[in-house]
């Protein structure tokens, strides 16, 4: 069954792109959250809406919320995706998709994985869902009007 909006977001550890383990719960005590899943690093769309999350992430940071990306590839691979484009936020390793799984992203056509952002609040609640495989920058602009309304509700 999918996360929709209202639920309480699985909690999870991954490796981010040095290897470090991160845990979901201890990003939620600092700050919300804009989580999103892509289908490939250096893909065209993924490096477009990487860039888009890059370009806008002192708008995230000045809402109260921190960037995380996962996708499937490995902890190098994702080392070296952040270098080339300059991304200043984590990318999480899911290999085997175990979280995707958790998380009920959808593949599109049954083959790529999906393209799904979740907004969530401090508190661990999904605040949006956005889904669109091929509107890849919209990701972006959608996630930060919510933080912005979080943030002036006082829940980001």
Do not use: W
């Amino acid at each position: 069954m999918p996360i929709k909006t209202g639920d309480q977001a699985p909690d999870f550890t991954l490796p981010k792109q040095d290897g470090t383990p991160v845990h979901l719960k201890e990003l939620l005590q600092k700050a919300a959250v804009v989580l999103y899943f892509y289908p490939k690093d250096d893909t065209p769309g993924c490096t477009k809406e990487a860039c888009s999350f890059r370009d806008s992430y002192e708008a995230f940071k000045d809402a109260g919320a921190e960037v995380v990306g996962i996708s499937s590839q490995s902890a190098a691979s994702h080392e070296a995706f952040a270098a080339k484009h300059r991304l200043p936020f984590t990318l999480l390793s899911d290999t085997g998709g175990k979280v995707r799984s958790q998380y009920g992203v959808p593949s599109t056509l049954g083959l790529l994985p999906g393209r799904v952002t979740y907004v969530i609040d401090r508190g661990g609640v999904v605040r949006h869902v956005f889904n669109s495989q091929l509107n890849a920058t919209r990701h972006v602009t959608e996630a930060l009007g919510v933080i912005k309304q979080l943030r002036g509700a006082g829940a980001a």
